[in-house]
Structure formats: structure tokens, C-alpha cells
């Protein structure tokens, strides 16, 4: 052996034991079983949370890794389902088919970056406090404020699916205006005691429908939702469920979509309607703001609860008896 060949065999030695041991060093592998350490725990490398920067296998800038690696937030999407993905490690609850709740996760949305409208037209003043806004129809008066959108939504769900029995609710002095009553031609005269009277005949247009939802929003209020509600655990909450303080000024919002992780700990989306009478829109999580998301995790609620607009007692979750399911 020539002295050039002993020098290539111990270089080719060198570079084959320096190799092995840097692959018995290594402290971790990118592969897909690989964990990474966040917020106190540990997280797959593709479900990990992050607040800008790169991930293996993608990119995020600014936001919070939901379900299969993306945003939570998708710009892209038009309905609330579409719109909003699960944080990492969450799915969506099942619901029915024609369930309130499927009914409000296809329900359609502005354009990402919408502006929330006021009963007027003009812009609302604060713009910081929503992440979406919903297309639920407005009527022009100072009448569909925050008790008022939800029983709107809830109106509209028993309006397409015709349960139009369950349209029905109560006024703040108690009277209980049921849709299919109005529907017959009756309507009502509030005077001292509010009662029905004789009005015309059958309609069942949309249009008569309006004219019924405006009179209610005219004497409902937070008052008269939260007698018709009852007091619901959180573990136990689904949407349509509502975060509410009867009063003045009292204030309501409703869970929209609901998801829990494997050990079925749940997150809600909350959204509102406000004063003066604006659209209802998807509200942000104050605490979550910084990273974009929206969830409010079950295992973060405190009392009171931190909404932007509102904070809510302890004993405030609700649900309201208009569904009968």
C-alpha cells in the first residue's frame, strides 16, 4: 500500500465514523413523530402553534396553525365553516344535518376585511372587535341590537327549515308574540296590557315575516331573553347557547360553533350584535388577539369573561328554550 492509498482509506474512515456519531447526537428528527415543546407541553411539529416564522413543510406569517397545517383564519372562505378552521389538535363537533347549529356554520359571510355596518349605512365606530361579519339581513331602524340578532338568527333557521311554531318570543313585559299567530292576519296593540287584535288576513310572505321580526325587536330585550333562557355548565355548551346579562344596559352573545380536542375539552366561537342596531358579527378572543385567533378555549374561561365589547358574570351562560330539540 502506497503511502496516497493510506491516506485515502483513513480519510474515507474519517468521514464515515464522524457521520455516525453526528446521527447518534442529534437531539431530535424533523420525521412526522417528532415533538415539539410548547406552552408548557408538547405538540406534534405539524400541529404546533406558532406566531410568525417558518414550520417545516410550510409557512406561516402572523397566525396560528389550525387543523392539517394551516391558518386558522382562511381568508378564502365564505361561511363560517369555511372561514374559521379548528385550532391544531380540535375538530368540530358533529351536529345534524338541518340543526341550528349546521344552519349557522353555513351561514354566509362578508368578504375577509369587511367593515361592520350600522342600521344606517354608516361605518360602526369601533372596528377592532369582530374577525368576521355575518350577512344576516338588517332592517333599517335603530331595532336589531344584541338580543335583537339573536333571536334574528333564530328566526331565520325556524323560517327556512318551516318550524314556524317555534317562532315565538316573549316581549319584555311578558306578552309571548308567536309568529303563526301574526301569520293569521292578527296583530298587536301595546297600550297598558298588550293583547292581540284583528289586522287583515293571512300572509305568509317574507315581507309580513319582517314586519313581525321588527315589532318584536321593538319590545324585546335582554331582559325578556334571559327569562326565556336557563342556566347551562360550559362543558355542556353548544351553539346557539348564549352568554348573556338581562339589564340596562344588559348585553348577549350567542356561541356560533363549537369543537373539542381528544379529550374533549371544547372552544367556541361567540358572536354579536351591539348598540346602536349594527350587523352581527364574529367577534375576536381578547386574549388571543396577538396570534389571530378567535376560539375561546374552555379551559381559558374565567369570570368575568372578557369579550371586546362586554364582560360576562359568572352564571351567565344560557340556553334559550326557542329550540325544541
Known amino acids: ?54 414550520i417545516f413543510g410550510g409557512t406561516v406569517s402572523g397566525g396560528v396553525i389550525g387543523a392539517g397545517g394551516g391558518e386558522i383564519i382562511n381568508e378564502e372562505g365564505m361561511t363560517l365553516e369555511t372561514r374559521v378552521n379548528p385550532p391544531a389538535g380540535f375538530q368540530r363537533v358533529k351536529v345534524g344535518r338541518n340543526s341550528f347549529g349546521s344552519f349557522l356554520r353555513g351561514y354566509k359571510l362578508k368578504k375577509a376585511g369587511a367593515k361592520v355596518k ?47 311554531d317555534n317562532i315565538s318570543f316573549q316581549f319584555a313585559d311578558g306578552f309571548q308574540a308567536d309568529y303563526i299567530k301574526w301569520r293569521q292576519g292578527y296583530r ?5 296590557s298588550t293583547s292581540w287584535i284583528s289586522g287583515g288576513g293571512y300572509d305568509a310572505s317574507y315581507e309580513n315575516f319582517k314586519k313581525y321580526l321588527r315589532m318584536v325587536f321593538a319590545y324585546s330585550s335582554t331582559l325578556s331573553q334571559e327569562r326565556e333562557s336557563k ?34 375539552k ?17 367577534l375576536k378572543n381578547p386574549a388571543h388577539e396577538q ?11 374565567r369570570y368575568p369573561l372578557q369579550t371586546p365589547e362586554y364582560d360576562f358574570k359568572k352564571g351567565s351562560l344560557k340556553r334559550p328554550e326557542y329550540l325544541s330539540e
Open 291 to 301: 396570534d389571530g385567533d378567535p376560539w375561546y378555549y374552555e379551559d381559558e374561561i
Open 118 to 164: 350600522l342600521y344606517n349605512g354608516k361605518n360602526k365606530q369601533n372596528q377592532d372587535a369582530h374577525a368576521a361579519v355575518f350577512k344576516l339581513p338588517i332592517e333599517k331602524e335603530d331595532l336589531q341590537q344584541c338580543a335583537d340578532s339573536v333571536i334574528r338568527m333564530y328566526a331565520e333557521y325556524f323560517w327556512e327549515t318551516e318550524q314556524y
Open 231 to 264: 342556566k347551562i355548565r360550559l362543558s355542556a355548551a353548544r351553539a346557539g347557547d348564549i352568554f348573556i346579562q338581562g339589564g340596562s344596559p344588559g348585553h348577549v352573545v350567542m356561541i356560533v360553533d363549537v369543537c373539542e380536542d381528544a379529550a374533549g
Open 266 to 282: 371544547k372552544a367556541f366561537l361567540l358572536a354579536q350584535g351591539y348598540m346602536p342596531a349594527q350587523q352581527f358579527q364574529l
Open 1 to 54: 500500500m502506497t503511502e496516497k492509498d493510506a491516506i485515502m482509506i483513513s480519510t474515507v474512515l474519517g468521514a464515515v465514523v464522524l457521520t455516525f456519531v453526528l446521527v447518534l447526537c442529534r437531539p431530535f428528527s424533523w420525521g412526522s413523530d417528532t415533538e415539539v415543546a410548547v406552552s408548557g407541553g408538547s405538540a406534534n411539529a405539524s400541529q404546533v402553534a406558532v406566531s410568525g416564522g417558518t
Open 188 to 192: 298587536i296593540r301595546v297600550a297598558q
